[in-house]
């Protein structure tokens, strides 16, 4: 993986889809297994190393990847993986690798953009002096 795979295009996917590194690892265990619908608390219960998320805060994360168009949700608040475009399963698999080969990068990454965002919109209350 290079740095040439963190496009412009793949870091506004991040910042629009994955808020956290929990997000992400949510989103990749789903990944792992698409034909599974998964509750909130099959998530959350799922003990993966590093992974420590109440139902409620793995509902929220799933809810966002539903939102953002990656899982399908059943009428029963089940989800499983399903992106809805292309463009959307090449991030995903960008996401992926990323997360494999280089996490610190992707973790920076995912914080950084998230701390953008939250400057940003701070930055449009400050009071400007002529």
Same mark, same amino acid.
């Given at each position: 993986?290079?740095?040439?795979?963190?496009?412009?295009?793949?870091? !506004?996917? *991040? @910042?629009?889809?994955?808020?956290?590194?929990?997000?992400?690892?949510?989103? +990749?265990?789903?990944? =792992?297994?698409?034909?599974?619908?998964?509750?909130?608390?099959?998530?959350?219960?799922?003990?993966?190393?590093?992974?420590?998320? !109440?139902? *409620? @805060?793995?509902?929220?994360?799933?809810?966002?990847?539903?939102?953002?168009? +990656?899982?399908?949700? =059943?009428?029963?608040?089940?989800?499983?993986?399903?992106?809805?475009?292309?463009?959307?399963?090449?991030?995903?698999?960008?996401?992926?690798?990323?997360?494999?080969?280089?996490?610190?990068?992707?973790?920076?990454?995912?914080?950084?953009?998230?701390?953008?965002?939250?400057?940003?919109?701070?930055?449009?209350?400050?009071?400007?002096?002529?």
């Amino acid at each position: 993986m290079q740095d040439a795979d963190f496009s412009d295009e793949f870091c !506004t996917f *991040i @910042q629009r889809a994955v808020p956290t590194i929990e997000a992400v690892e949510l989103l +990749l265990i789903v990944l =792992g297994q698409p034909e599974k619908w998964w509750t909130a608390s099959e998530l959350a219960a799922t003990g993966r190393p590093g992974l420590s998320l !109440t139902d *409620i @805060q793995a509902g929220r994360y799933l809810e966002t990847l539903y939102g953002q168009g +990656l899982l399908s949700k =059943g009428a029963d608040n089940r989800f499983r993986y399903a992106p809805d475009a292309n463009a959307a399963e090449a991030h995903v698999r960008t996401l992926a690798q990323a997360y494999r080969e280089r996490p610190v990068t992707l973790i920076r990454m995912i914080y950084a953009l998230r701390d953008a965002r939250i400057r940003s919109f701070a930055d449009a209350f400050k009071v400007r002096g002529k």
